[in-house]
């Protein structure tokens, strides 16, 4: 269908005109909508079966259209209705156009008042959604819209779950989230509570928006996560007593102590009133919230349908001197790379050394090289187990031309078959 830069051309379904590109992802593109029948305008978003199919995320779709028909709220993107073809899924919902909160942030940390008001409309849409046993479970200012009149709208729901899925324990299971916003017990993978999880969530975006920076950051994602498990952060002077008593209880590695909506209901800085027109930013002193994280990995955005889809390289090579690193994802489980390894190994009369999960392997060699035994380090991460595992490559000790030609020789060779490409990558875009 040949979409024109403005005004609407091409009718679909009988009921809705179709104008120009608003945005794009890895499996759907956005348009701007017309409602032939009220004249009212909405975003449509086209998802391509195959792509969809192919890449086994129908359940996925499924679970974002049962969710979004259930949490009607101001402060939540309405889907009003679902349509398909032989080949696409349409989505109609509501048109945001104040652009994503985001945005915002990237100018320059928000004044505490300005951040109180977002933050409220955000806890009201959350305790919404938890009252209809819904747990967002992706929840980033990326996720956050602007309407025209600076009211905020959660959106992308792809990651959500019920409370149906629930297993036997009365926990959720399933690794998923943005690195930086995810809460420590759902990289502990015993189980977690979707609700505690999303408050960890909510946290993070509140010491975004009075911060501009993350409180967890590491170039290693590893490294990241043990900074979330230990509830390793700091609040920046600026930082009201309020505020950051606040954050603390939002931020507490334990589930069973971190404040539930209620507290945070009634604690004395969410008590104070928003401003009317909460539009403008503090200073522009804010680190990039973005790049440390796509640095690092977005390996939980495959399944996101958002409009604002980015996939960094999950296969890259870091050209440092001091720390040269590979890393790349997986959809094997992690004993799979680890007999990679250690076949691997083997063959090149390496010792192999690994920690009691085998999450972590130490290979060395038996010879001496120039500076030494080359010892390489391997870490596997299991960043979603329904979905990839991440492995981290790099040199311990040994020279460093010996360690490349490893990895060009034997490394890359040996699980060449196992690393994971996009699915955008394989297939034209929809």
């Known amino acids: 269908m040949e979409m024109v830069k403005d005004g609407y051309n091409g009718i679909l379904h009988g009921k809705y005109e179709l104008g120009r590109q608003l945005g794009h992802g890895t499996f759907a593109k956005v348009y701007l909508a017309r409602n032939l029948h009220s004249g009212k305008n909405a975003a449509m978003k086209v998802v391509g079966k195959e792509k969809v199919i192919k890449a086994g995320m129908m359940d996925q779709i499924k679970r ?45 940390r928000l004044r505490e008042d300005v951040a109180r008001g977002y933050f409220q409309q955000l806890i009201s849409a959350v305790d919404f959604c938890h009252s209809r046993g819904v747990y967002h479970r992706d929840l980033k200012p990326e996720n956050l819209l602007l309407d025209e009149e600076g009211n905020l709208k959660v959106t992308d729901f792809g990651l959500s779950a019920f409370s149906d899925h629930l297993r036997q324990d009365g926990l959720l299971h399933t690794t998923c989230g943005t690195p930086a916003y995810v809460a420590p017990e759902v990289i502990g993978k015993k189980g977690y509570v979707g609700a505690k999880a999303d408050i960890w969530s909510c946290g993070v975006i509140l010491y975004v928006l009075l911060a501009g920076f ?5 170039d290693n994602i590893v490294a990241m996560y043990r900074k979330i498990y230990r509830g390793d952060f700091r609040c920046p002077p600026w930082f009201s007593s309020d505020a950051r008593r606040l954050i603390t209880k939002l931020l507490d590695p334990n589930p069973d102590c971190r404040y539930t909506i209620s507290k945070i209901m ?65 959809t094997k489980p992690a004993e799979v790379v680890v007999s990679k390894l250690e076949a691997m190994a083997k063959a090149m009369k390496f010792s192999v050394k690994k920690n009691g999960d085998g999450s972590s392997l130490r290979l060395q060699a038996h010879e001496m090289g120039r500076k030494g035994k080359l010892e390489i380090a391997a870490d596997i991460w299991g960043v979603a187990p329904s979905l990839l595992v991440v492995v981290e490559v790099k040199k311990s000790s040994g020279d460093t031309l ?29």
């Open 402 to 430: 010996e360690y490349n030609q490893f990895c060009h020789k034997e490394l890359r060779p040996a699980l060449k078959d196992i690393v994971w490409t996009s699915p955008a990558d394989q297939s034209p875009p929809v």
């Open 64 to 108: 974002e259209i049962s969710v979004m028909k259930m949490v009607r709220h101001p402060n939540i993107v309405e889907l009003y209705e679902v349509m398909a073809s032989k080949s696409k899924i349409y989505f109609a919902m509501e048109l945001v156009r104040g652009g994503e909160l985001f945005s915002k942030i990237e100018k320059g």
């Open 266 to 330: 009634e604690s004395s800085w969410f008590k104070k009133a928003a401003p009317k027109n909460p539009q403008f930013i503090l200073e522009d002193d804010n680190v990039n919230l973005k790049g440390k994280e796509t640095e690092t990995l977005n390996a939980f955005h495959i399944i996101s349908l958002s409009e604002g889809f980015d996939l960094s390289p999950l296969f890259e090579e870091k050209k440092r001197e001091e720390k040269q690193e590979i890393r790349f994802a997986t």
């Open 214 to 218: 993350l409180p967890f950051q590491d």
